[in-house]
């Protein structure tokens, strides 16, 4: 097991991205694009990286939904049955990603953070104040919470904005109350995953738990800017992030073959 693998200096650089990746991860998902980056830059296996990113992520989602709670804007005992479906998906998809590649998804991903932040942009009303809740118990439980804690696990970019828009559409929550909630099941998801890093032995402690730390700190700054400003804030971040993170993952996948036609002009 090792606890640290990067210098001192690296350390208090990682601390800083996850307390921005967290205050932005808060508030509209996608800090994930900023850690898992800096975490390969400082050394760390793929695997490593997933892993110790997990674990700060934890740290993050756990703060704000600790914020969340304790200020009244999320009642647990009302989310009990989403919260058990997150957990068992995204156990699920922590399982399956072992066994098998996730390129398919990947390829995909792009155009679903595209088609959210699109939502929220021409759609702007939508979100401004609850409105009739479509699916109820259990089947919103398998949906808005089995199924986003599933990919979560097996994939994990853009899980915020899922669980967000879910409670938005599906629910019919405000946008506000919807970041909130959302935090929780991503919570539930991030440590239901990170659950099977552990196992694997691929966490970096000593650096994870800095950041930790950090995304703790972040996260509680990000949900204080959830309640007090709601849907100005919220609304131009998803949009804004779900359009960095759709440019980040095409790149990813089709960066060099976009550079190789554009040198044969």
């Given amino acids: 097991m090792e606890w640290f693998v990067a210098s001192p200096l690296v350390l208090v650089v990682l601390f800083g991205v996850s307390v921005l990746a967290a205050f932005i991860d808060s508030i509209a998902g ?24 997990k674990l700060q992520s934890v740290g993050g989602s756990f703060s704000a939904s600790l914020y969340f709670v304790r ?3 999320v009642r647990l005992h009302a989310q009990r049955l989403n919260i058990a479906m997150t957990f068992v ?35 702007p009303r939508i979100g401004e104040q609850d409105r009739a809740q479509r699916l109820h118990g259990l089947a919103y439980a398998l949906v808005g919470g089995g199924c986003v804690g599933f990919y979560d696990g097996f994939f994990g970019p853009g899980a915020g904005s899922f669980y967000a828009l879910a409670f938005v559409t599906l629910c019919g929550f405000n946008l506000a ?28 402690w000593g650096t994870g738990l800095i950041m930790l730390l950090g995304a703790f700190c972040g996260a509680r700054l990000g949900a204080r800017l959830v309640l007090s400003r709601g849907q100005k ?3 131009p971040m998803v949009v804004t992030v779900s359009a960095v993170m759709s440019a980040k993952l095409l790149w990813d996948s089709h960066g060099s073959a976009l550079l190789a036609w554009m040198a044969t002009l």
Avoid at 44 to 53: E, G, I, K, R, V
Avoid at 93 to 112: E, K, T, Y
């Fill in 233 to 235: 804030l919220i609304r």
């Fill in 177 to 204: 109350k919807a970041t909130a909630h959302a935090k929780i099941l991503n919570f539930t998801s991030n440590f239901g995953s990170l659950l099977f890093f552990m196992f694997g032995g691929k966490v970096v």
């Fill in 30 to 53: 996608g800090g994930g694009l900023l850690t898992l980056p800096s975490l390969l830059a400082a050394g760390l296996s793929p695997a490593q990286a997933l892993a110790t990113n």
């Fill in 71 to 73: 200020r009244g804007a």
């Fill in 89 to 123: 998906g995204a156990v699920c998809g922590a399982l399956l990603i072992q066994h098998m590649h996730a390129d398919v998804l990947r390829q995909m991903l792009p155009l679903l953070l595209i088609g959210i932040g699109l939502w929220f942009l021409l759609m």
